[in-house]
């Protein structure tokens, strides 16, 4: 079976800080993985995703993940956070099925 | 402009009553699927579809049916069996590569509530 688990369910961070947010998935098959960002009352948005090749993945908004096999995590990160990146972010893999979600992680950005 | 439109976006039903859906696409995707999520839960997955006339049961499949007659369209009913049906209803859609699924792209949702 396949599974993502996202460590942290809430993330304070103050405006202009560095955020990681931490993923680890479990699966006996390659995986792509995905990061999307969720605002209030609205569908998801994909922010990045790794299909294969380099393990730095860059996406919108000034997001990167790192895709790290050993490890089986997938972190996303910011340098520089704004009020705006206030949202819950989910972290998702496929396989040969749907994709498969973490519980979410919710970013507050404080002023 | 292509995407997912999901309606209504809030929907009030009475206990007992059935209520369906709407999720239509203009992406030319093959696969779609039905999202349930609730507080703290993440996304759970109802029913998928990868191709016309064939569905799936997801994870959380009791207690709601779909139907896939046309490519664009995949109608989501929640019958009165469903026993805890408040919760926030996403569709989505995408194209698989090989036999992998790449990324789903999300409808807005509908918030159904039962009153």
């Known amino acids: 079976a396949q599974s993502v688990t996202q460590l942290d369910s809430q993330v304070p961070v103050f405006e202009e800080a560095p955020v990681e947010l931490r993923c680890n998935y479990s699966?006996?098959?390659?995986?792509?993985l995905f990061w999307y960002v969720q605002y209030p009352n609205q569908g998801l948005q994909l922010l990045l995703k790794y299909l294969s090749g380099s393990t730095l993945v860059k996406g919108i908004n000034g997001f990167e993940a790192e895709f790290n096999k050993s490890q089986t995590s997938f972190h996303l990160r910011k340098p520089s956070v704004h009020i705006s990146d206030t949202a819950e972010y989910f972290c998702a893999l496929s396989g040969n099925t749907p994709l498969v979600f973490g519980k979410g992680t919710r970013l507050s950005v404080i002023a | 402009d292509g995407g997912i439109t999901q309606s209504p976006k809030y929907l009030f039903r009475k206990e007992g009553q059935n209520v369906t859906l709407s999720c239509e696409q203009n992406l030319n995707h093959d696969a779609m699927y039905w999202y349930r999520q609730d507080p703290g839960q993440g996304l759970r997955l109802i029913y998928y579809?990868?191709?016309?006339?064939?569905?799936q049961k997801g994870d959380i499949a009791e207690g709601y049916s779909v139907s896939r007659e046309k490519k664009e369209s995949f109608p989501l009913t929640v019958t009165s069996a469903q026993k805890n049906p408040t919760a926030f209803y996403l569709c989505a859609s995408s194209i698989p590569k090989g036999p992998m699924n790449t990324e789903a792209f999300f409808g807005q949702g509908t918030r159904l509530t039962v009153v």
């Open positions: 699966s006996s098959v390659s995986v792509y």
């Open positions: 579809s990868q191709i016309v006339n064939d569905f």
